[in-house]
Nanobody, 114 residues
């Protein structure tokens, strides 16, 4: 059973930056892919970015050039550096990890507002 603990959310002004972290624990199995999703009020959960164990990344078009996903395999931790934040980035951000099944974190709120 994998436990995911997210941190780093908060309130930031438009144009600002935040860095999210997600630490995985509770497994000796390799975690093949880790990623970030988000869900705004009244909206479906959507993929933001993902990264494989070998470092291959994938980004949603709406974050390309602004967000960067990275990963520390030794720590089973994934990061999301978010720059040039916009009000429409406001959402609960969820971490996802995949072994032979998917695991989700509890979510961390990101609010972009002046």
């Amino acid at each position: 059973q994998v436990q995911l603990v997210e941190s780093g959310g908060g309130l930031v002004q438009p144009g600002g930056s935040l860095r999210l972290s997600c630490a995985a624990s509770g497994t000796t199995l390799p975690i093949s892919t880790m990623g970030w999703y988000r869900q705004a009020p009244g909206q479906q959960r959507e993929s933001v970015a993902s990264i494989t164990q070998t470092g291959t990344t994938n980004y949603a078009d709406f974050v390309k050039g602004r967000f960067t996903i990275s990963r520390d395999n030794a720590k089973n931790t994934v990061y999301l550096q978010m720059n040039s934040l916009k009000p429409e980035d406001t959402a609960v951000y969820y971490c996802k990890a995949t072994t032979y099944r998917h695991y989700w974190g509890q979510g961390t709120q990101v609010t972009v507002s002046s």
